[in-house]
């Protein structure tokens, strides 16, 4: 099966900062791997590739306010971590994209993102109907955890 470029979207979940750069509250954690398999570099060829053929690129960063009002007062699991290490605050450098996956003037950056899931609490599935898209491919971080039950 052949993919039709225009009816395909790129989701770069959470190339931001916090974790592809150094100085990042989470580089640490992933620095290993992403050197290992030279990730931030493939990830940009594939986002440039994909954008000189015409799929539509969807930046899904997630983000929060620098008091963490969107997260209750005692979260659990990853976003407990986020909220005590300070991390992916939307006003601070680390909850910005990074410089090597910088979005481009006909991408778009996906909104509302303040959880694992990208669709739960975004625009993405709005995004994606209303370019028609029928295939997607996703690259990032927490790949796993952006899952969507078809309505």
């Known amino acids: 099966m052949a993919l ?3 009816k395909t979207a790129l989701v770069l979940i959470e190339f931001q900062n916090e974790f592809t750069t150094g100085g990042g509250k989470l580089h640490n954690a992933v620095k290993g791997v992403m050197s290992s398999t ?4 493939n990830a940009k060829a594939t986002m440039d590739a994909a954008r000189q053929k015409g799929v539509l690129i969807c930046h899904c960063p997630i983000t929060f306010s620098d008091d963490y009002k969107e997260l209750s007062e005692d979260p659990y699991g990853i976003l407990a971590n986020v909220k005590a290490g300070g991390a992916f605050k939307r006003s601070e450098w680390g909850g910005a994209i990074c410089d090597a996956m910088q979005p481009g003037d006909d991408d778009i950056i996906i909104q509302g993102k303040s959880g694992l899931c990208g669709f739960a609490s975004t625009n993405l599935n709005f995004v994606l109907r209303h370019n028609s898209i029928e295939h997607v491919a996703l690259a990032g971080f927490l790949v796993s955890s952006l899952h969507h039950k078809p309505t």
């Open 4 to 6: 039709i470029s225009t």
């Open 38 to 41: 030279n990730m931030l570099d």
